[in-house]
Every structure is written in structure tokens, then in C-alpha cells.
């Protein structure tokens, strides 16, 4: 059954549009009660990024927990992964972050994580659903239960710490000039102060939040700026977070941008040769490039793909004992260490090579050329078009055109009113003409909707 709140990474939508105050405030209450398993004195952490829109979600979500009798510790702007880290290491029964992610700033959204500081399952989630369309009135909680909230200090500290314990002890920065892109988000702290902690020389930019500028014009998704400032610096790397810190992207000395599936090939390939992998293979999305396919291939590991999402591929690697997996766009998940996408994590384990190596990012982070990869996407609204007959055949036909050597991936987004048409092949002319053609198809079923 198709879900009304939650996406493919909680909920997310405009602020005091679809995410608003009365919402935030059931969503607590909703979580609360859900989560609320035993006799002993529950408790939430909560954390948020930089958008304007976070004090006003986080204090209603402070209403709707302490409602329902649950003491909530506050986190401030802080990374994702960090309060997944957090959350178990408080032992708390629930973890929260205040985030749209990539976003820009009129978005935001809510992410919660069990006690075991993984992202809740469908069942969960839709548990939680049929508490949000219920009257909540008769489990509130008494005047003597209700719950209490606190902010907590040092928590930046404490994921520092934690993330530079990824690292062997005896492993420096020293030497390393990097460009660091905050996005004006979660990480403007933590993320700077870890890197110069380790002993590289840190150039940033993106670390001046103001409650707008989170994600605009710069960070992951926006890398022009960090390109500009790598080859103005005469970098070794530059290093771009998104606004809440859980995917990298990187830039090598030469101003080439790298993405999560070269970011994935050189950690497969380094745990590979230390004997740290669990599993021989990567897990990762139906988005993956090919080419990640074919070179994994060729070092002896497989790559089994799951559905966009970076907790199906983390329910995939639990489930089969994978402990490195990710998707294109720079969430890469290391089991070993973290629960969900780390960026900082996941870049200092690149350095690690870089140093190890002591070759140029350009060379380590280059280990196979990616295929053509063509992603369109078109708007919709009101039924999804895709179950028309006419887009059906034209996808048939996508299919048979690039045969074996290549792939098509047609799906709606989970988080906008998109279908996104990818397709990849050895032919770069035949993959564009292949999406242009599925692309027309849809934009032609949309015209005629529009017209009867």
C-alpha cells in the first residue's frame, strides 16, 4: 500500500506546507507511542540542520514527545550520521533529524531512527501512519508523566571523536591541502574541525549558515564553487557535503568531479586487499553505473542492486552480510562504523588511501571509465503515467534497442512529482535517443490527459 507521510527517506516537502507544525508535533506523539516498548523512562534525541524552519519543527516535535511522557535531548545543527551514532550511543529509544537533506531551504523534513540507530522499516513507518490518521486524545499522557527536554553540549565533540576512530591511530592528514564544502549545513562545524584535527591544511567554504543558504549554490549538488576553489588553491582535493552531511562528493587536484560509485570502487578495492571486506561485493542501487559493475567484477566481487534509497540498500547488506554499499549520488554506507551515509566518514576513508598511496586523487580515484549514463526527468501531476499503454510499449522497445550491453531504469521519485528515465549503454547516441524517446512518450500520455 502506498504511503501518505513517508518517502524513500522519511518525509519531506515545504515547510508550513506539508511539513507543518501541527504535523511535526503528531509525528512526535505518533513516534512517541510507537516506540514507547517497556517500563523504563523513554527518550528521543533530536537533531537538525541548518534551514530557518528547524526551530519551528523541532520545538512542535518537543511538544508532541513530551505529550505522549518522553524526555527529549536536544542536538542542535548537527550531522545526520551523528545522531544515528548518537541515538544508540544515549541509548535512547529514538533518534530524529530535522533535515531536507540536498534541498534548499523552503524544504524540510523529518528522519527517525530506531533504537538500533538504523532507519525505520516500511512496517514501522507504516505503523506510524495509522497513528497519524487516528485521534491520539486518549493515550496522551498524564500531568505527572508528561516528558522533559534538555539540550545536550559537546555532542560535535563526541562525533568527532567518533569519526576519526574510523581511521588507524597512527594515520595523519599531514601534507594534505583540502577544500571542504559544508553546504552551509549540519556539518559547518564538525567537518572542518575534524579534518584539521587530523593534520590536513583546510580551505573552506559552504560554512557560513544564515538559515537560507543551506544547499545553494553550493555542496554536493551544486559543486561549481568547490571546483573553482580546488584549482584557485591548488588543491590536492576538494571534499563537497550536502546539508545534512550524509553523502560526499569529491573534486581531485585537477578540478575533475568524482561520484559516490568511483568513491565506492576504491573502498571496495583497499578492503578487498587489507581483508576488511565481509563479503566479497558492493551493494547498490538500480542507479549505479555499469561500468562500477563491470570493474567490481573484475577484482571478484559482485554487485547486487536494490530499489533507490540508501536504507534498502542498508536492509540488503544486514540481511546478506554485505558491510559496503551506497549509491551514485554519494551516500556510501560503511557498515563497520555507521548505520546510514556518513560523508565525513566516508571521505576520510579515501584519504586514507590518497596517503597510503601517495599518488594524486586523480589517479587513485579513477579505477574504471564509467558508461554513458543519460538521466531525464519528467513532471507529472495526478495519476502516475507509467501504466499507460503507450508508455509501456515505448519502453519495450528502449529495452530491445540497447539489448544486453546496456540498462533502462524507469521510476517515479520518492520525494517529488518526477519520473526519472535512466539509461546507459556503450553507445552514447543510442542511450540519448532511447530516453528522449520514453521521455516524449510520457510527456505525449501527459498531453493527452490534459486534453480529455
Excluded at 88 to 98: H, K, N, P, Q, T
Aim: glycine share 10%; aromatic share 4%; proline share 4%.
Amino acid at each position: 500500500m502506498a504511503k501518505k507521510y513517508f518517502g524513500t527517506d522519511g518525509m519531506r516537502g515545504k515547510a508550513n506546507g506539508f511539513i507543518t507544525p501541527e504535523l511535526a508535533m503528531k509525528v512526535g506523539q505518533a513516534a512517541g507511542l510507537a516506540f514507547q516498548r517497556g517500563d523504563h523512562r523513554h527518550r528521543v534525541v533530536i537533531g537538525k540542520d541548518t534551514r530557518l524552519s528547524g526551530y519551528m519543527i523541532e520545538y512542535a516535535m518537543v511538544a508532541g514527545f513530551t505529550s505522549v511522557g518522553m524526555d527529549v535531548l536536544l542536538l542542535g545543527p548537527i550531522p545526520t550520521p551523528a545522531v544515528a551514532m548518537l541515538t544508540r550511543s544515549m541509548r535512547a529509544d529514538l533518534g530524529v533529524m530535522i533535515s531536507a537533506s540536498h534541498n534548499t531551504f523552503e524544504d524540510n523534513g523529518i528522519k527517525l531512527f530506531g533504537p538500533d540507530a538504523h532507519k525505520l522499516s516500511d512496517e514501522v513507518e507504516a505503523e506510524i501512519e495509522a497513528l497519524l490518521d487516528s485521534d491520539l486524545s486518549p493515550r496522551l499522557s498524564k500531568p505527572r508523566d508528561l516528558g522533559r527536554a534538555k539540550r545536550v553540549e559537546s555532542v560535535h565533540a563526541r562525533y568527532i571523536e567518533f569519526a576519526k576512530r574510523t581511521l588507524p591511530r597512527n594515520l595523519s592528514l599531514d601534507g594534505l591541502r583540502i577544500v571542504l564544502d559544508c553546504a552551509n549545513g549540519a556539518a559547518y562545524k564538525t567537518a572542518p574541525e575534524a579534518l584539521w584535527e587530523l593534520g590536513a591544511e583546510v580551505f573552506t567554504i559552504g560554512d557560513e549558515p544564515n538559515g537560507f543558504n543551506i544547499n545553494h549554490e553550493v555542496g554536493s549538488t551544486s559543486p561549481e564553487k568547490l571546483i573553482h576553489k580546488v584549482r584557485e588553491m591548488r588543491a590536492d582535493i576538494g571534499i563537497a557535503l550536502d546539508g545534512d552531511a550524509d553523502r560526499v562528493l569529491v573534486v581531485d587536484e585537477r578540478g575533475q568531479l568524482i561520484d559516490g560509485d568511483q568513491l565506492m570502487a576504491v573502498i571496495a578495492q583497499s578492503w578487498k586487499e587489507d581483508g576488511r571486506l565481509s563479503k566479497p561485493g558492493v551493494v547498490t542501487t538500480v542507479m549505479s553505473n555499469l561500468g562500477l559493475e563491470r570493474y567490481l567484477a573484475s577484482i571478484g566481487l559482485e554487485m547486487p542492486r536494490t530499489q533507490v534509497g540508501d536504507r534498502y540498500v542498508l536492509e540488503h547488506m544486514r540481511e546478506h552480510g554485505y558491510n559496503v554499499g551506497g549509491e551514485q549520488s554519494g551516500h556510501v554506507i560503511l557498515s563497520d562504523y555507521s548505520t546510514t551515509g556518513d560523508g565525513l566518514v566516508s571521505a576520510l576513508q579515501l584519504l586514507a588511501v590518497v596517503q597510503h598511496q601517495s599518488r594524486p586523487v586523480s589517479e587513485v580515484c579513477h579505477l574504471f571509465e564509467p558508461l554513458p549514463q543519460i538521466l531525464k526527468n519528467v513532471r507529472f501531476s495526478g495519476p502516475s503515467p507509467l501504466a499507460a499503454k503507450s508508455v509501456v510499449q515505448a519502453v519495450a522497445e528502449g529495452e530491445a534497442r540497447l539489448g544486453k550491453g546496456g540498462r533502462l531504469v524507469i521510476r517515479p521519485s520518492g520525494t517529488e512529482p518526477v519520473i526519472r528515465v535512466m539509461a546507459e549503454g556503450d553507445d552514447r547516441n543510442l542511450v540519448d535517443s532511447v530516453v528522449d524517446d520514453i521521455c516524449d512518450s510520457i510527456s505525449g500520455r501527459l498531453r493527452g490527459v490534459a486534453a480529455e
